[in-house]
């Protein structure tokens, strides 16, 4: 499985944006999707996951201002980005599981700055 993530760049506070991941190769049994977050020097951290049925989870500090969702028959998930802060700025990566394996798309970098 590849994963490509895309949409990321340059917003200013309070604005939107909205990141895609395609994800490629053996897609089938593609289970739980997640976007994760890296600040360089800090930890990786989980942003948002969804379940193959939909079901969604949010980290405490994006809930009511993300929104994750994915479509299976396209092999995409998406994560729309409101009300965007400067402490959003990050690297954004995208994550699969699929049959017990992990994958990782590469990040794409949303910087929140006026």
């Known amino acids: 499985v590849q994963l490509q993530a895309s949409g990321g760049g340059l917003v200013q506070p309070g604005g939107s944006l909205r990141l895609s991941c395609a994800a490629s190769g053996s897609t089938f049994g593609i289970g739980n999707m997640a976007w994760y977050r890296q600040d360089p020097g800090k930890q990786r951290e989980l942003v948002a996951t969804?379940?193959?049925?939909?079901?969604?989870f949010y980290a405490d500090s994006v809930k009511g201002r993300f929104a994750v969702s994915r479509d299976n028959a396209k092999n995409m998930m998406y994560l729309q980005m409101n009300s965007l802060k400067p402490e959003d700025t990050a690297a954004y990566y995208c994550h699969a599981d699929k049959f017990g394996r992990t994958y990782w798309g590469q990040g794409t970098l949303v910087t929140v700055s006026s």
């Open positions: 969804i379940t193959n049925g939909g079901s969604t």
